[in-house]
């Protein structure tokens, strides 16, 4: 048989024989389709040309993973500080990666959107450090007086002098973990400082003026008690800072609590109802006081929010530099080498320190937008999701949101997905439910336009 000869011996040529169903439709094949393009240019319009024309927005993360201790909850990447020549090496590291990164990807035209330095403990940076830091940012990219400028601090490792080098770099937002207003807690947790010397460094920033300020507190550490609790949220409120975020701590197994508590029986740690009433209590506290949800673990006051984890959360790119960070650029998802000494001797040998990449389909996308930014954003619309992917999820698992609803996990809102109170303190569940419901359609091909 001829290689082009029809296998089930029927009449190819006869229109009948030949012809296909589309949506239902008999149709017959003809030689005139020719297409050139998706969608036609009956669809086109000049809507997006801005977009495709001013370059798009970039978010950049930096890590600075040096301590002056380890806490015993903590699962980032960190090491206690041995030298300032080691911190002045990775600097050096940090700056060439900044170079080569934005000649290698051409970002130096894209406008800075947000920069987070994040750690380890950003604040353990001298001046001149910093400053250094700071020359290489505005150097290889485009910062503006629009960019927001974040920078994560520890209580008792900043001063006066160093927030007015912040200040004058462009910095203009903190985040400060403090995870505890009371001394037992925090001293069960290995760090160093006390719930006095917390407030006095809040009280340096807030005299300092000039930045937006987030605190950080961890429900679930060891030694927490209601009264304990009870206090350190008060403490925190009364501090009247923009932002107040509330993570649960978890058990990772890198950290201290994990063998102290988990694996071993050295502490106790908070049981998960235990910590589920903690946080209802923190709930009620900082609604009474006048702050708004905002994600379902940062409350604010008059509409301040970190346009970073909006921004990353949304999909922007975000570029990362450090060890261990991670970033997007386009639908790669990547990080860098998660070890320092690593990370440096690539650096140093003019290689890009990027240690592992995932391409991101269109069905990891969504997947991603639903678990990781509609729930856990209180300010994302149905209409937000059609206009990125095109469809309802609402629809595509109408049971599920109905069971949602029933079970009193989110409104009966139908234009977009707001969070009743229940759902916001299991709001990582809510956001699990909807994603794997929706991958499960998706691992039936029952959505055939994904591909
Ligand atoms: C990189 S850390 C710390 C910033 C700074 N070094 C400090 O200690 O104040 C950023 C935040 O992550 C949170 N965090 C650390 N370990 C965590 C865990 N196991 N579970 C949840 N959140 C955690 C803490 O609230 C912390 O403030
Ligand atoms: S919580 Fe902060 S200071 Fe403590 S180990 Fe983690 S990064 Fe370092």
């Not at 017959?28 to 319009?45: A, H, L, S």
């Not at 649960?248 to 910590?275: C, D, H, S």
């Not at 209590?281 to 970073?308: E, H, I, P, Q």
């Amino acid at each position: 048989m001829g290689k082009f000869e029809n296998t089930t011996g029927s009449n190819w040529a006869s229109q009948d024989a030949a012809s296909l169903h589309i949506n239902g439709n008999v149709e017959y094949p003809t030689r005139e389709e020719f297409y050139t393009n998706y969608p036609f240019y009956k669809y086109w319009n000049s809507d997006c040309n801005d977009h495709l024309l001013v370059p798009e927005g970039i978010n950049i993360y930096i890590h600075i993973p040096f301590c002056i201790q380890i806490c015993d909850y903590c699962f980032y990447m960190k090491e206690l500080i041995r030298s300032k020549d080691q911190v002045d090496e990775y600097v050096d590291c940090l700056c060439k990666e900044m170079k080569m990164a934005s000649e290698h990807f051409s970002l130096g035209r894209r406008k800075v959107n947000s920069i987070y330095i994040g750690g380890g403990t950003p604040s353990v940076l001298t001046e001149q450090q910093f400053k250094k830091l700071s020359e290489c940012l505005h150097k290889y990219h485009y910062l503006t007086a629009d960019t927001e400028f974040a920078f994560e601090a520890e209580p008792g490792t900043f001063s006066k002098s160093k927030l007015e080098w912040y200040k004058e770099s462009g910095v203009n937002r903190i985040s400060m973990g403090v995870q505890s207003f009371d001394d037992e807690v925090i001293r069960q947790s290995s760090r160093k400082h006390t719930a006095v010397q917390a407030i006095h460094s809040i009280d340096i920033l807030r005299e300092a003026g000039g930045f937006e300020l987030n605190i950080d507190l961890l429900s679930g550490l060891a030694g927490e008690t209601t009264d304990s609790w009870d206090r350190s949220v008060d403490t925190a409120i009364e501090q009247g800072t923009d932002m107040l975020t509330i993570y649960k701590m978890k058990t990772y197994a890198n950290t201290n609590f994990f063998k102290k508590g988990v694996r071993g029986k050295e502490i106790e740690l908070p049981g998960q109802m235990e910590e589920v009433s903690l946080m209802k209590r923190a709930m009620d506290k900082v609604f009474a006081a006048g702050y708004d949800l905002w994600s379902t673990f940062a409350f604010t006051r008059n509409g301040c929010k970190s346009r970073y984890i909006e921004h990353t959360w949304r999909g922007q790119d975000m570029i990362a530099y450090g060890a261990s960070s991670f970033g997007k650029l386009a639908s790669f998802n990547y990080q860098n080498f998660n070890n320092i000494h690593l990370y440096v001797q690539k650096v140093k040998m003019d290689v890009m320190p990027v240690y592992r990449t995932y391409a991101m389909s269109y069905k990891d996308m969504i997947v991603k937008e639903l678990l990781l930014c509609a729930v856990r954003l209180f300010s994302y619309t149905k209409k937000e999701f059609i206009d990125k992917f095109g469809f309802d999820y609402f629809k595509l698992i109408p049971d599920v949101m109905s069971e949602l609803v029933y079970k009193g996990y989110i409104t009966d809102a139908t234009d977009e997905l707001v969070l009743t109170k229940q759902g916001v303190l299991y709001g990582d569940f809510v956001s699990k439910v909807i994603a794997s419901s929706v991958k499960e359609v998706f691992a039936g091909d029952a959505i055939g336009f994904v591909y």
